[in-house]
């Protein structure tokens, strides 16, 4: 479970080589306030890799005017 403060935080702890998609099985649910497109990308390399992802994000998303 991941709740970071920017994208590029989230990308290297998350997609980075040491990341937590790096470390075999997981579920990963990211809660960071982050535009979807990362939520995107980490569903994608989650897939890939036989992994599950969840996007948690709450109030923020909607308050920013992705929802």
């Given at each position: ?21 790096a470390g075999g099985p997981a579920i990963v649910a990211d809660m960071s306030t982050t535009a979807p497109e990362l ?29």
């Open positions: 479970m991941v709740m970071l403060p920017d994208v590029a935080t989230v990308e290297l702890a998350v997609l980075g080589p040491e990341g937590v998609l939520s995107e990308r980490i569903a994608a390399r989650a897939a890939a890799a036989g992994l599950s992802a969840l996007d948690a994000r709450g109030w923020a998303r909607r308050a920013c005017g992705w929802a």
